[in-house]
């Protein structure tokens, strides 16, 4: 049967400016190899194909989510904006109906930010997939979403944003954590107490190939994404799972990029890691780029590609489908996990030991969240680096219940400075972001 074809956009930003080093492998060469396959396919000249240039982000934009240390134009450049702006761009073009989905191909990346930043972590210095979800949700209103993050890293920095949201779906699929940075992204890691079952994650072990994939895509993602049921599906379109990146060690192919991104028809998806610059992000970005445009990408292959050669063994697919089994059980049981951990609680404390790699930054944090039944809860975050720096950040959520918003409001009011250098307080229903 020919598939319907879609109007897809993109939107490129290689930044030409920004890299953390000229050999690092997160260079701006990660997406000029792509530009120069899109051309070569001519894809461009396709009629449902459409290129958008980015916009601008703005520092609102970046306070609506992130508290950032001091602000965040100490944590950012121009090229962070753009890229963030990019993503804007593209939803922007699905939300008004211009293109019927888009893929942001930006960097710098950003899903290793979490909620606070004193620095970069993971080559990250904001979350660009946070900053877009909420700029949709100001300007469009309130949305369901779901993050389905495809990095072979585990999207740390966006499971900490949306720990405790109970309208963001947050899945990772991505090689386990204890062969892999950040070290995290386990089972168990399932969400905040007004959240539960709102964090999924899924580590698969190293040489993993599409067959493992694919499995656990159609075995675990897409039937909670059914039952989920978001107004958008925001794919984190890593691509380090790839069997020629030079840091990991994953067997995932351009032909099972193109065919998961086909299963899971994203709204949006926008660029994370993927440092094979030329033996695999043309391929895989070209592939992408087709099944989001329902066109034919069974010829897109790499020159040395064999599947046989690629496929894990029976004891690691064994071992993929009964962690599968476990994960989907776990999310069918959520109400019943949720009401043992709660339990008559009225606050849940939880410390966090944080280390921004890219920077040489460490950071201890206590969190403290309201149990709440009518949405995600106050946060309060008490922070402090090893620069010296300490904060105190209260944070309403979205689509907040009156009593979390004055409990907030009190909160922020009696905290003084004294031993925190800055106190700071985020709404995001009203958009308000006041430091003092």
């Known amino acids: 049967m020919t598939k319907k074809q879609k109007k897809t956009g993109l939107v490129f930003f290689p930044a030409f400016d920004w890299a953390i080093s000229p050999t690092h492998p997160e260079r701006e060469e990660r997406l000029l190899y792509t530009q120069d396959q899109v051309i070569e396919e001519g894809l461009l000249d396709a009629d449902n194909i459409v290129e958008f240039k980015p916009g601008l982000a703005t520092t609102e934009d970046i306070n609506r989510i992130h508290i950032c240390v001091p602000d965040a134009m100490h944590v950012v450049t121009e090229s962070h904006l753009i890229s963030a702006g990019g993503a804007i761009t593209a939803a922007d073009k699905v939300l008004k109906r211009e293109v019927d989905n888009a893929f942001a191909l930006v960097r710098p990346p950003g899903h290793h930010a979490m909620r606070v930043v004193h620095g970069a972590r993971g080559f990250c210095n904001v979350n660009i997939e946070a900053i877009m979800i909420e700029y949709i949700r100001k300007v469009y209103g309130p949305k369901r979403v779901a993050v389905v993050d495809t990095d072979c890293h585990h999207g740390d920095g966006t499971q900490d944003i949306y720990w405790h949201d109970p309208n963001t779906l947050f899945i990772s699929i991505h090689q386990d954590g204890r062969t892999l940075y950040p070290g995290s992204g386990f089972h168990d890691e399932f969400g905040g107490p007004n959240a539960l079952g709102m964090t999924v994650n899924i580590p698969l072990p190293p040489r993993t190939s599409d067959r493992g994939f694919l499995y656990v895509l159609d075995q675990v993602i897409l039937p909670i994404l059914d039952e989920f049921k978001p107004d958008l599906i925001i794919n984190s379109a890593g691509q380090d799972n790839h069997y020629t990146d030079p840091i990991t060690n994953m067997r995932f192919s351009a032909q099972g990029y193109a065919t998961l991104n086909d299963r899971l028809s994203p709204d949006i998806a926008v660029l994370e890691g993927g440092y094979s610059i ?158 003092k």
């Not at 033996?279 to 590609?305: F, Q, R, W």
């Open 278 to 435: 030329e033996k695999a992000l043309p391929y895989v970005n070209v592939g992408i780029i087709l099944a989001m445009a329902g066109m034919d990408y069974s010829h897109v292959k790499e020159p040395d590609y064999d599947p046989l050669s690629l496929r894990e063994s029976d004891e690691i697919l064994r071992k993929i489908e009964k962690d599968a089994a476990e994960i989907f059980r776990m999310w069918k049981k959520r109400d019943t996990l949720k009401a043992k951990l709660v339990g008559d609680a009225q606050y849940i404390r939880r410390r966090k030991s944080i280390f921004y790699d890219t920077d040489g930054i460490s950071e201890q944090q206590e969190e403290t969240v309201r149990i709440c039944e009518d949405c995600g809860g106050l946060v309060t975050i008490d922070s402090m680096a090893d620069t010296g720096v300490r904060i105190f950040a209260v944070i309403v959520p979205g689509q907040n219940c009156p009593a979390c918003r004055q409990a907030g409001e009190e909160v922020f009011k009696k905290t003084g400075k004294g031993k925190y250098q800055q106190v700071f307080f985020q709404d995001r229903d009203r958009d308000i972001f006041i430091t």
